[in-house]
């Protein structure tokens, strides 16, 4: 009788080990939850944004860096893709005060970029955050001095396409 209690006590612990080292697994898979950081003094001219995101931490870490080094390398480029002073338009844009750059896991509508129509809020893709990050946000920094909402989104065809939502044209420009 007190073999059987023995081995019944015996089990009873091992399920009780197995129990919570299988809950303890479970509770190590990063969730993604609401981060954010505010850049400050950007461009050394006290402009200042506000980075967010709804990513695991894992994702999260280092975005900031990624960001102020591609504001910073975008502001000091020579010329926009219109061939325009690039500071005067990063100026336009930051000195509203306000701006929000938000990294987007899943973007719908677009593959790149989106900016607002009152050219305060920047959607990143999570997905080129490590590809041609410094172009997307040019593009964006200029749309939005434009005060204009737009996206850019590469379709199943390779080919690029700016779109302008006011006059709902969409620009196409074939990645060769």
């Known amino acids: 009788m007190k073999f059987r209690k023995k081995i019944f006590l015996f089990v009873i612990i091992l399920l009780s080990v197995f129990i919570i080292n299988t809950c303890d697994n479970d509770n190590k898979q990063e969730l993604a939850k609401e981060q954010s950081v505010k ?32 504001l910073n390398n975008g502001f000091n480029s020579r010329t926009g893709f219109d061939g325009l002073d690039l500071q005067e338009k990063f100026r336009g844009v930051f000195q509203k005060g306000g701006i929000e750059i938000i990294i987007v896991k899943d973007p719908v509508g677009y593959t790149k970029w989106k900016t607002s129509l009152d050219g305060k809020r920047m959607w990143i893709a999570f997905g080129i955050i490590n ?9 964006a920094v200029e749309k939005m001095e434009m005060v204009e909402e737009g996206y850019a989104k590469i379709n199943n065809e390779n080919i690029l396409l700016l779109c302008n939502s006011i006059s709902l044209h969409e620009i196409k420009l074939y990645i060769l």
């Open 131 to 139: 590809n041609n990050l410094q172009d997307s946000i040019v593009s």
């Open 39 to 70: 850049l400050l003094n950007l461009f050394n001219e006290g402009y200042s944004v506000t980075v967010k995101g709804y990513l695991t931490d894992t994702e999260w870490n280092g975005i900031s860096i990624k960001i102020e080094t591609a």
